[in-house]
Structures are given as structure tokens and as C-alpha cells.
């Protein structure tokens, strides 16, 4: 059994490394679940799949490298926490499940942009 999940989270980790493209507007290469499509994120919110934490951990690391290399202040987030951003993305994928994590992200930002 521990073969088998240990294969699993290996093949999920070089799928995830090995997949980018520029995000929708071409601005940008976008690397791993970035690339993904938002049907994928609704499919593995409610499933409990392992690529569910690798999407949630690329939004996060995405929402950290703006706000280090971007952001004029501590955080874009505001007051919105992890629970936030993860049901604002699963919002946002539901309605727009063609689009990729990757422009769920941008909007998101956009969003937060907003707010703060």
C-alpha cells in the first residue's frame, strides 16, 4: 500500500513540475498546477485527491511571490485568510471552469486589489 500512494505522489510531483505555459494573456510562463484547468481544482476540492493541496499550496505561493516582489504593503491578502482565498478560488473555478488556477489566481489578485 505504501508503494502505491508513494507512486502516486511521485507521479503527481513530476506532472506538476513538468507542466507550464504562459498564463492566458501570454504575460507570463506559469509552472505546474498554475496550469491546470479550474474543472480539475472543483473535481479535487470535494474528492480529497493529494493534487488538492498541491493547487492550494501554488494559489498561496503565488499570493506570497506577489507580495514580496509586487505589493506595496505587508500583504495583498488584507484580512482574508488561507479558508478565504480557498473558497474565493472555488467560487471563481465553478463558474469558469475553462479557465486555468493560474487565472483564478489573477483574478483574485485583481479582487483583492480592490479591497486593500
Known amino acids: ?4 500512494l508513494a507512486g502516486v505522489m511521485l507521479a503527481n510531483l513530476v506532472a506538476s513540475v513538468a507542466a507550464f505555459a504562459s498564463d492566458s494573456a501570454g504575460h507570463y510562463v506559469v509552472l505546474g498546477p498554475g496550469n ?4 480539475k481544482w472543483t473535481a479535487d ?4 485527491e493529494v493534487s488538492k493541496f498541491q493547487e492550494i ?3 498561496q505561493g503565488f499570493l506570497t ?3 514580496d516582489y509586487v505589493w ?3 500583504s495583498v491578502m488584507g484580512s482574508v485568510d488561507g479558508p478565504g482565498v480557498t473558497a474565493w478560488t472555488n467560487n471563481y473555478c465553478t463558474a469558469h ?3 486555468t488556477i493560474g ?3 489573477h483574478a483574485l489578485i485583481l479582487d483583492l486589489q480592490k479591497r486593500n
Open 1 to 4: 500500500m505504501r508503494n502505491i
Open 36 to 39: 491546470w484547468s479550474c474543472g
Open 45 to 48: 476540492s470535494s474528492s480529497g
Open 57 to 59: 499550496g501554488w494559489v
Open 65 to 67: 511571490a506577489y507580495n
Open 72 to 74: 506595496k504593503g505587508q
Open 97 to 99: 471552469p475553462l479557465d
Open 103 to 105: 487565472d483564478a489566481t
